[in-house]
């Protein structure tokens, strides 16, 4: 079946400090892969998304590529602030699935002054 | 353009009783998927709707039962409350789009329910 696997947080950063989460995923066919941000308290944010091996989504300064043969999905930003801690979840919808969405277990991220 | 919304925000509960949760979908978009989050994982997908009918499931028991309305307004039904049901309970939604290309689906804030 369908798994998306996720660096285990928590992650503490500097403001400013450069971001990277890790994500790979296990799937049949050619899924479509997203990251979502939640913001304490409240529901899930499309943060972006990529449809297609190479594809690059990007977003508020995020960017991720999608990496068929590594099977990767990393999330990346040059400079990250305060206001972008949040729980970060990798996530894909499989060809055929009906978009039913797979989760990772969630990044959270802090960013300090 | 109102996004997804869900209500009510929080709910508290004792085992046994059941509750419902309801989720209007963004507009122009007629499918409605419901998931549960626990605490500190990821979301767990329950079932979908799409034409007033449940068109795929996660592996959750009998107990997690759901309807779509002709107005695509969906609502979650829970019988028989666990204390493990506490979690938040997402609603999201999206157009129909293909199988073979699944649009993105967007989400609303979640109820947040406890069970005592």
């Known amino acids: 079946g369908n798994s998306v696997t996720q660096m285990e947080g928590p992650v503490t950063l500097s403001e400013e400090a450069f971001l990277t989460i890790n994500c790979t995923y296990t799937?049949?066919?050619?899924?479509?892969l997203f990251w979502y941000v939640q913001y304490p308290g409240e529901g899930l944010q499309l943060l972006l998304k990529a449809t297609k091996a190479d594809d690059k989504g990007s977003n508020k300064g995020f960017e991720a590529t999608y990496r068929k043969e590594t099977t990767s999905f990393h999330l990346e930003k040059g400079s990250v602030q305060v206001s972008d801690s949040a729980v970060y979840f990798c996530a894909l919808t499989n060809s055929g699935g009906y978009q039913k969405v797979t989760f990772g277990i969630g990044t959270k991220l802090q960013v300090i002054p | 353009d109102a996004g997804v919304t869900q209500s009510p925000t929080h709910l508290i509960k004792t085992r046994g009783q059941q509750v419902t949760l309801r989720c209007s979908p963004k507009?122009?978009?007629?499918?409605v998927s419901w998931y549960q989050q626990a605490l500190g994982q990821g979301p767990q997908f329950i079932f979908q709707?799409?034409?007033?009918?449940?068109?795929q499931r996660g592996n959750f028991p009998d107990r997690f039962s759901g309807h779509q309305f002709p107005n695509y307004s969906s609502e979650l039904n829970v019988n028989a409350l666990l204390l493990g049901d506490s979690a938040l309970y997402l609603c999201a939604s999206s157009q129909p789009g293909l199988a073979a290309a699944p649009d993105t689906q967007y989400f609303g804030p979640g109820t947040r329910l406890t069970v005592l």
């Open positions: 709707y799409y034409e007033e009918e449940e068109r």
């Open positions: 799937a049949t066919g050619y899924p479509s």
């Open positions: 507009s122009g978009h007629d499918t």
